[in-house]
Each structure stands twice: as structure tokens, then as C-alpha cells.
């Protein structure tokens, strides 16, 4: 599977990719467990697609897990 091309993606696309809002997203990147935006200026913060993808996948992947472990009980 070929990976999609990287772009630079606003809050609000993360807000609406990820169904948070921006305090939520803000929590987690203090944190450290959401991806740091990559500053492009003066007050002008943006998010790689790819990075919010793979902390899309990374978050599947732990609930899959998580629900295997409950499942064994």
C-alpha cells in the first residue's frame, strides 16, 4: 500500500479528522501524546496529514489490543 503524500493541515481539518476539539487536542499535544504542529510563522501552526494519520492508526492498533485483552478474561 502506497502511502498518501504529505501535506500541512489546519486546526480546524485535525479538529474534523480526529472529532476533538481544539482545547482536547491541545491537552494531549501537552501531553505528548498527539502530534506537535509544525510552526510556518508568526502564530501560524499546521499538522502533517501523515502524522495524524499514523496517531490515527497508533490509536486503532491500542484499542484492538485492548479489546483482545478483555475478551481473554
Known sequence: MSESPDRLVTIGNVMATVAMTEGVIRRLIKEGS???PVS????????SSNDIQAWIKQKRQQQTTSNRRNNDR
Do not use: E
Not at 510556518?40 to 499538522?47: D, E, H, R, Y
Open 40 to 47: 510556518t510563522g508568526v502564530n501560524k501552526n499546521l499538522w
Open 34 to 36: 498527539f502530534p506537535q
